[in-house]
């Protein structure tokens, strides 16, 4: 969700033209999207346990970029709270609905983050084309595609 244009823009003839799919690491931002991290860092999280994953956390939280951070993370809490699923079950499941994706690695520390991070597969048919819009909104971050690469003819059908 954090990271788009290298997927979303750069990768589409991969998709299109050789039917190739992606995986997605991380697809929680290392628990940014967890909203774990809105009121700062807990000492039991991987941010608070180890300073060599800091340069994420100041990528998303560093004085420049909070706000714009926490605005989209509220944003995203309301889409969630709206479907009825958790924040980290929303991001799973808007990355495993994307047709360009094949499999999403999925990381925990804890059993019981694994079973509800599993749980985003119940939310599936709940992201609706309104609810991918209402999340677009929050992100905020929709890649520019200038000339729309998925209405072309792929390459086997070129010649």
Do not use: H
């Not at 990271?3 to 697809?27: H, M, N, Q």
């Not at 360009?100 to 749980?119: C, F, H, M, P, Y």
């Not at 929050?138 to 209405?151: E, F, I, S, T, V």
Request: proline share 4%.
């Amino acid at each position: 969700m954090l990271v788009r244009d290298p997927v979303e823009k750069e990768y589409v003839a991969l998709f299109d033209d050789y039917d190739l799919g992606t995986t997605i690491w991380s697809p929680l931002a290392s628990g940014i999207l967890t909203g774990k991290y809105n009121e700062g860092i807990p000492e039991d999280s991987r941010f608070g346990r180890s300073k060599k994953f800091s340069f994420i956390f100041d990528k998303y939280f560093g004085e420049d970029a909070k706000e714009k951070t926490l605005k989209m993370l509220q944003g995203l809490a309301a889409v969630a709270e709206k479907v009825g699923c958790t924040m980290a079950q929303l991001a799973l499941a808007w990355t495993l609905l994307s047709k360009d994706v094949t499999t999403t690695i999925i990381g925990a520390s804890r059993v019981s983050q694994l079973e509800e991070n599993l749980k985003a597969l119940e939310f599936l048919d709940k992201i609706t084309p309104e609810i991918q819009e209402e999340i677009e909104v929050a992100l905020g971050n929709r890649p520019d595609l200038g000339q729309d690469y998925r209405n072309r003819k792929p390459i086997s059908n070129r010649r």
